[in-house]
């Protein structure tokens, strides 16, 4: 029963490098989200999918790419990495957005990442 | 500006103690959800309240909604060690379909 995981946990790259943070949730959620954590700030949101092949801008989308190929996928890559993206990462997933508005979120434990 | 508020930012108390945390909104919303945060952790769901009702209990937390006052709190009563975290309120913006998170409040309970 594995849930909703994240890889890697840490990672340390430099700035202009491609990162690729990847998140995997066994539940069959219709929703991924992706946020940043940073003090000061809270929890923002960078992108979302409500299902496969539709993905949607959240607060703070630039220098982000999605794609989700696969339901259970939902990879989020940093195109070109500046030290503004050092961060610690959550993927989030939900089961559905009803007419009571977005159910609950389940949380992976994070990708701490650091840009040199 | 984040759509939601929380007060206090931090609150230190002894356990044993009731812990109260509130939160403000500016949108009509369709729902407020609690998480808590432990250090170094993702977030854990605690509670859900729709805009139409007014209080909710889960063991020993408490929450209110005052759709009036596009305000909730939460109470943790009878507070542990093992409450210390951050609590984190998040609204669902009516018509959206994401959750928007006010900054948290770190909540520090004292043996």
């Known amino acids: 029963d594995a849930g909703i995981t994240q890889s890697p946990r840490y990672k340390i790259t430099e700035t202009g490098r491609q990162v690729t943070l990847m998140c995997h949730q066994t539940?069959?959620?219709?929703?991924m989200f992706w946020y940043r954590q940073d003090l000061g700030h809270g929890l923002r949101l960078i992108y979302y999918s409500a299902a496969a092949d539709i993905t949607d801008k959240g607060e703070v989308p630039d220098g982000y790419v999605v794609s989700r190929s696969k339901t259970e996928n939902f990879p989020l890559t940093l195109e070109s990495a500046t030290r503004s993206q050092t961060s610690v990462y959550f993927c989030?997933?939900?089961?559905?957005?009803?007419?009571?508005?977005?159910?609950?979120?389940?949380f992976g434990p994070g990708t701490r990442l650091t840009v040199l | 500006s984040q759509q939601g508020e929380e007060d206090p930012q931090a609150l230190s108390i002894q356990e044993g103690e009731n812990a109260t945390m509130n939160c403000s909104y500016k949108t009509s919303i369709n729902n407020l959800q609690w998480y808590r945060q432990n250090s170094g952790r993702g977030l854990v769901h605690l509670i859900l309240i729709r805009s139409n009702e007014r209080e909710k209990h889960s063991g020993r937390l408490r929450v209110t909604l005052d759709t009036s006052k596009k305000s909730s709190s939460l109470l943790i009563t009878a507070s542990r060690a093992a409450d210390t975290a951050s609590y984190f309120c998040?609204?669902?913006?009516?018509?959206?379909?994401?959750?928007?998170f006010g900054q948290g409040t770190r909540l520090t309970i004292n043996p």
């Open positions: 539940w069959s959620h219709s929703y």
């Open positions: 998040a609204t669902v913006i009516q018509g959206a379909q994401k959750l928007v």
């Open positions: 989030a997933s939900s089961h559905t957005a009803g007419t009571g508005g977005m159910d609950t979120q389940y």
